[in-house]
């Protein structure tokens, strides 16, 4: 298994573009999150899935989109970049309800110029 | 909502000594789970340690093991036996026991482990 995987690993947007983050994941698991890491700051969830055709937001969902078509899938859509959206990003899965450990994908560096 | 506060930014421990990283939390939910992730210089978060709510027994995992202060929230994690390979950042988690995937976390503590 490869386990959670993140495309790109590192992305630099001008203010105003858009762009979409891959997370896929093999592991068959039901639930999937989208979080971002600012310096000096823990990890903020934004935007979870339940399953596919499920979704929520979390803490900090202004200026993102996501979709879950697929079990495999959580793409995460930034509609027109801002700086204050540069940060680290993260995917994670678990595998469902009742069961809370959940894995993380290597993180995507993304800076808005 | 829940809050996670870590009041350690920074600590450091000499190899093959002990040393405890602090957490607490602000909940008023009485099912949840606790965690503690660490993250080394390649970004990848990996779990360290898991406690269930409803467990009064500390968890342990080899040389990493929880005080788990129901009453006080409080939730710290002992490293014993220091290892270079420790050195990271750690982070305490929250997650309430419903339907919803939203996890919380502390600010971090950056731990240097010293030869």
């Known amino acids: 298994n490869a386990g959670v995987t993140q495309t790109p690993k590192f992305q630099v947007l001008k203010t105003g573009q858009s762009m979409t983050l891959q997370c896929a994941q093999d592991?068959?698991?039901?639930?999937m999150s989208w979080y971002r890491q600012d310096p000096g700051m823990g990890l903020r969830l934004i935007h979870y899935s339940v399953g596919a055709g499920i979704t929520d937001q979390g803490e900090v969902p202004n200026g993102y989109n996501v979709s879950r078509s697929t079990t495999e899938d959580f793409p995460l859509r930034l509609l027109s970049a801002a700086p204050s959206q540069t940060s680290v990003y993260f995917c994670?899965?678990?595998?469902?309800?009742?069961?809370?450990?959940?894995?993380f994908g290597p993180g995507t560096r993304l800076t808005v110029t | 909502a829940q809050t996670v506060t870590q009041s350690q930014p920074e600590m450091s421990v000499q190899e093959a000594e002990t040393v405890t990283l602090s957490c607490t939390y602000d909940?008023?939910?009485?099912?949840?789970?606790l965690f503690w992730y660490k993250q080394p210089p390649s970004r990848q978060m990996i779990l360290v340690i898991r406690?269930?709510?409803?467990?009064?027994q500390n968890a342990t995992e080899n040389r990493f093991s929880v005080n788990f202060q129901k009453a006080a929230k409080s939730f710290s994690l002992k490293i014993s036996d220091s290892q270079l390979g420790d050195t990271a950042m750690y982070f305490c988690a929250f997650m309430k026991q419903d339907n919803n995937n939203d996890m919380r976390f502390g600010a971090g503590t950056r731990l240097t482990v010293k030869p």
């Open positions: 994670a899965s678990r595998v469902g309800r009742g069961i809370y450990e959940q894995y």
């Open positions: 406690q269930e709510a409803y467990k009064q």
């Open positions: 592991m068959n698991h039901e639930y």
């Open positions: 909940t008023s939910e009485n099912n949840y789970y």
